[in-house]
């Protein structure tokens, strides 16, 4: 998704002159070309988190389109207080992208893992958020961010990622179903969405049938009802904190619209993350991986 998103990036370059890139002494390989070919619409200032943010606020209010790009926990959480005083407070068409979604950079540590950026993000009024699945909706979600004239985070693995969708135009303010089942429905977003083929094998083998919808934009303001009213049981599932991600806006969805449906979430566990180990060991210690929830799935069934 990362390079994708470069790719887009690089292609309104060429279109929009006021298209600044701000790279927080990231992406080096990934903007070497860039550096070449846009020199005026480019600048590293290093490792300065919120000097970036105070910039790419002053370019948006002298009518620049800015995108700050960095490591996720560089984007939103060091910086903090700029993004919330400097961006969204004063609603600017700023563009964050922060990759390494979730535990992407395990082993790296604590400091590098976005686990808890989702809720983070929510209490920033006017602050768009997208967890794109897959390089299309990855696309589809930067393009969305540039037509708008609010603040955008973009989350974004940095693998390469493949694509799930077959239709490449697909409507990201809508759920999207990649999967149909029948009887119960699992929410995901971003780099999970890569168990998903195992959870449906598993859950195969014991008769159930699920099916899957990705939420490439993390908003209330989905129109869930009509998805939800088709299935019995709701399940979500993240590379986040179980507390504070998809899984509570869609409990705080059915709360404020009186839908009573039984939502489960699946999640980290809302700790520090002191196990060492890459992805997938830290995904089956928190029992996120396919096994773990379609074992849970089941008991959450019987």
């Not at 070449?36 to 948006?60: H, K, L, R, T, W």
């Not at 135009?169 to 995901?188: E, M, S």
Request: charged share 25%; net charge neutral.
């Amino acid at each position: 998704m990362r390079n994708t998103i470069a790719k887009e990036i690089i292609k309104k370059a060429k279109e929009d002159k006021r298209l600044y890139l701000i790279a927080g002494d990231a992406g080096l390989g990934v903007w070497d070309e860039y550096q070449v070919d846009f020199p005026n619409q480019y600048i590293n200032p290093g490792v300065n988190e919120q000097c970036d943010i105070g910039f790419a606020a002053g370019m948006a209010l002298r009518g620049h389109k800015p995108i700050f790009y960095n490591i996720a926990p560089f984007v939103l959480m060091r910086p903090y207080e700029q993004v919330r005083n400097d961006i969204c407070y004063q609603n600017l068409p700023v563009i964050l992208i922060g990759t390494g979604s979730g535990i992407t950079y395990a082993p790296a540590g604590h400091t590098h893992y976005v686990v808890e950026d989702i809720g983070l993000a929510r209490t920033m009024p006017n602050l768009d958020i997208f967890s794109p699945a897959d390089p299309i909706e990855a696309k589809k979600c930067f393009e969305y961010a540039y037509k708008s004239h609010k603040p955008s985070y973009i989350r974004i693995p940095k693998s390469g990622e493949k694509c799930i969708h077959t239709n490449k135009d697909i409507d990201i303010t809508k759920p999207q179903i990649i999967y149909q089942g029948k009887d119960n429905i699992l929410f995901v977003h971003s780099s999970i969405v890569d168990e998903v083929e195992s959870i449906i094998s598993f859950l195969k083998e014991e008769g159930v049938s699920i099916t899957i919808a990705t939420v490439p934009m993390l908003s209330t303001s989905y129109n869930f009802k009509e998805i939800l009213e088709d299935y019995s049981r709701i399940f979500t599932l993240e590379e986040h904190y179980a507390n504070g991600g998809f899984g509570t806006i869609l409990m705080e969805y059915c709360n404020n619209n009186k839908i009573d449906k039984k939502i489960k979430k699946f999640g980290i566990k809302n700790e520090y993350i002191h196990k060492i180990g890459n992805r997938d060991y830290l995904r089956k210690y928190y029992g996120i991986d396919a096994k773990s929830i379609a074992q849970s799935i089941l008991q959450e069934l019987l």
